[in-house]
């Protein structure tokens, strides 16, 4: 249940990137999360977080998109880049099970979509 | 008209920034700091009681007790003269780096070598996030199963090692060593395990051995 305390940081940084465009967007419709597939974030526990923190802000009624990240390893034994699919972590290349993983615990906000006023004014 | 707007934004980033004062805390001050994560039950607690008698004083170790209800954990700890601070996280699943940040500060930093956080017992959520700790260490009952390493991967594969713990039940029990042993390495091949009972003394001092060479080393 750390989704909660995740997404509390989540909306924290929307609001805040919100505040900053100019001109301010007319609404947001959609933030996009990038998390590592190596996080045991649940999707749908993050989703309902998101609903429930997002009432009464800037960014209610916006859908939260969350982009799922592979996780990959170097070897330190022959040096390949691997994609890792759990519950194994080895090598592809060499069967070592010596990696370092390089990727997979990202979680970030990476772009918002917002609706702004057409340039014509409507 | 839709816009998209990059933003780039870390969501763990204010934890990180605690857990990097708490490393510059425990760097300034000379201390090792581990977190302990386990589940439930899994005998975290015991382990603690047990590292005082092995570690014969030669490092002075403090506790940061991390539980979601009640401070019993830290009174047991307190009867054995081992300095201990409590964080209770009052519903939360895990502990967060700020609030370790600040439990850490009220130990008494200068009398210290090594300070052991006992995270909230839970194999999902503690591993998650950096308290500035120097290595997290998965301690796993023989009572819950060979199979956990590949339930959890995030755990073990963030833990520099694991504790295999109550092997004073295998007689009574249907585990497979091997299995368990197995199922850690195809998580993390090269992470030492340490198969104790705290309960009996028995395997404790491989164990603090391995702490006590961590804590120079790291």
């Keep these: ?122 | 008209m839709k816009q998209e707007i990059k933003v780039y934004r870390n969501l763990m980033g204010a934890n990180e920034e605690w857990a990097a004062k708490t490393r510059e805390v425990l760097k300034e001050k000379k201390i090792t700091m581990i977190n302990i994560i386990g589940s439930p039950g899994a005998g975290k607690t015991a382990l603690l009681e047990k590292i005082q008698t092995f570690l014969k004083g030669r490092l002075r170790f403090g506790v940061l007790e991390g539980d979601v209800e009640t401070t019993r954990d830290a009174e047991r700890l307190a009867t054995l003269q081992i300095p201990v601070s409590q964080l209770l996280t009052d519903g939360a699943c895990h502990l967060e780096a700020k609030l370790v940040h600040y439990a850490l500060l009220d130990l008494p930093l200068d009398e210290l070598d090594l300070v052991i956080v006992e995270n909230v017992g839970n194999l999902v959520c503690p591993a998650e996030f950096d308290i500035g700790e120097h290595a997290k260490i998965a301690v796993l009952s023989v009572t819950e199963g060979e199979d956990k390493a590949l339930k959890y991967p995030l755990l073990f594969r963030e833990s520099k090692a694991v504790i295999l713990s109550k092997i004073d039940l295998l007689p009574y029990l249907p585990f497979q060593m091997d299995v368990c042993l197995a199922a850690v390495k195809q998580i993390k091949g090269d992470v030492p395990v340490f198969a104790l009972s705290a309960y009996k003394s028995e395997g404790m001092q491989a164990w603090v051995d391995w702490l006590l060479t961590f804590s120079e080393k790291k």
């Design chain 1, 1 to 122: 249940m750390h989704e909660f305390s995740i997404c509390q940081n989540l909306v924290e940084a929307i609001l805040d990137a919100i505040k900053t465009m100019q001109p301010r967007p007319k609404r947001l419709l959609s933030a996009h999360v990038v998390a590592g597939r190596m996080r045991q974030i649940v999707p749908q526990f993050l989703e309902s977080a998101y609903e429930a923190l997002i009432q009464d802000t800037p960014a209610a009624g916006s859908k939260l998109n969350i982009i799922e990240a592979p996780i990959k390893a170097k070897c330190l034994v022959c040096g390949q880049v691997s994609e890792i699919t759990p519950p194994s972590f080895a090598c592809q290349g060499c069967q070592s099970q010596s990696l370092d993983t390089i990727s997979g615990m990202e979680l970030y906000l990476d772009h918002l979509e917002v609706e702004v006023e057409n340039e014509t004014g409507n």
